[in-house]
């Protein structure tokens, strides 16, 4: 095939898919839509459902929409999970109206308990602010058992649709009740108060950042504040025990081995968890929980309790060597063999003097090395300092003082002892562990010039 025969052959591939694309495709989503409106529940609208009555093979169910929640009222006056009775809704909008089995001209003498109708296998009924109710009907399977017999509120006949509409709706009281061990929103959280067999903790938040109140006044990592609010946030029961609590001191709540207290701000009552006692004779590691604004006694998977067994050195803040950079125009590296002085020109380049005088010309990355200072994050903090760490910081490998101006704005020590690395700072006088790399991190590298 010749060249001139391929780039025509290209042109109309391109028209081609260009058609299709601007075209058909368009169109066929225009078609998709209007079959989904045609086959769907059009009346059963989000906005306007007040009431949801579910009736399946584990039970009867009534839940209210109150406000922007879901409460189920029977059989037990409890939260409701929100995205299962939202999801239903959505659902009903989409079941498929298959084959007729029972047209409307013969509907009105059919029996529908022959078809699993009457009872039905699964009823649904979705109750608006105001006007008539809207109900769905799914009967047995078809003889094949690929489908099932389907009827709903006005529409005087029996279709066939697929089993997995039914199954949408035939679900237990577990799955429709709100299962989250400690509903809250961790971005209204002012304080927090975690007592655990490892400590107390206790931290506030001060806008973006957040700050330790207990055991020590530091400030701590938001990052993992937020983590722990949001494991908190998700952790769901694995079963509840009873549906209220009639002696605390039998699942543990009279003394608890965990607490979380959460304050949202302007609300003096606190929300409140507590982990009890071990569940006994169990193969996994559960735990009794209840919060103290319900009255149900739950049981919950070890995961919660580990996520609250957090060391107060991993709640703590890791750069804690941050200073204000600006104007920050000459740094000094002091090592115990040699001295590197950089000065910033009036053009906004660093000179480098080396300790025996020399002027290293060249591309430097001073102000990279200023801002690895001021990000230098902290390995551990450790409970005590031997004296041979202590003894490395008076002989120390590595000095780095930067100045703005004359005056010394922060100056990092750092010493080697034990195999591991140790650092203090003249804004932070308390002893540290450092990373491995941190001789590597603070490396000033430049390209050369003339020397």
Not at 91 to 114: K, T
Not at 133 to 150: A, E, Q, T
Not at 172 to 199: E, H, I, K, N
Request: glycine share 6%; charged share 25%.
């Amino acid at each position: 095939m010749g060249i001139k025969a391929t780039a025509i052959l290209a042109v109309l591939l391109l028209g081609l898919v260009g058609f299709v694309f601007l075209y058909e495709r368009p169109r066929m989503a225009e078609e998709q839509r209007e079959s989904e409106a045609k086959n769907a529940f059009i009346e059963v609208q989000r906005h306007r459902v007040a009431r949801l009555t579910l009736t399946n093979e584990y039970g009867h169910f009534v839940a209210e929409k109150r406000g922007n929640e879901w409460a189920l009222i029977a059989p037990l006056e409890v939260p409701a999970d929100w995205i299962e009775f939202e999801g239903m809704i959505e659902i009903a909008q989409i079941v498929e109206r298959g084959r007729v089995v029972v047209d409307e001209g013969d509907y009105a003498g059919v029996v529908l308990a022959d078809f699993g109708l009457d009872p039905p296998v699964v009823e649904v009924r979705f109750e608006p602010v105001s006007g008539d109710p809207v109900w769905l009907f799914f009967g047995d399977n078809i003889p094949s058992k690929l489908g099932c017999y389907f009827t709903w509120s006005g529409g005087n006949k029996v279709v066939l649709t697929r089993k997995q509409y039914r199954a949408r709706f035939n679900r237990p009281l577990m799955a429709l009740r709100d299962t989250r061990a400690f509903s809250f929103d961790p971005d209204l959280v002012s304080r927090a108060y975690f007592q655990t067999p490892g400590g107390v903790y206790e931290v506030v938040r001060d806008g973006l950042e957040w700050h330790l109140v207990q055991p020590i006044k530091e400030r701590a990592d938001a990052r993992e504040i937020l983590t722990l609010l949001g494991q908190l946030k998700d952790e769901r029961v694995a079963s509840f025990h009873k549906e209220a609590v009639d002696d605390p001191t039998i699942y543990g709540f009279d003394d608890p081995d965990y607490k979380v207290e959460l304050h949202v701000k302007d609300n003096e009552m606190s929300n409140t968890l507590l982990l009890g006692k071990r569940v006994p004779d169990s193969r996994q590691k559960l735990w009794y929980g209840r919060v103290m604004s319900r009255p149900q006694v739950f049981i919950v998977e070890q995961l919660i309790a580990e996520s609250l067994d957090i060391p107060l050195n991993q709640l703590r803040y890791k750069r804690v060597f941050e200073f204000d950079r600006t104007g920050v125009d000459r740094v000094r590296l002091a090592y115990r063999d040699s001295v590197v002085n950089c000065a910033k020109n009036d053009d906004g380049s660093w000179q480098m003097v080396m300790g025996d005088g020399r002027v290293v010309k060249g591309d430097a990355d001073v102000e990279d090395l200023i801002d690895r200072v001021h990000n230098l994050v902290v390995a551990e903090f450790p409970d005590r300092v031997d004296k041979s760490a202590a003894d490395s910081l008076d002989d120390p490998v590595l000095t780095v003082s930067l100045w703005r101006s004359e005056t010394l704005v922060q100056e990092l020590i750092i010493g080697h002892a034990n195999n591991f690395w140790y650092g203090t700072a003249k804004t932070r006088r308390e002893v540290v562990v450092l990373p491995y790399s941190v001789m590597s991190w603070l490396q000033l590298n430049w390209n050369l010039g003339a020397i």
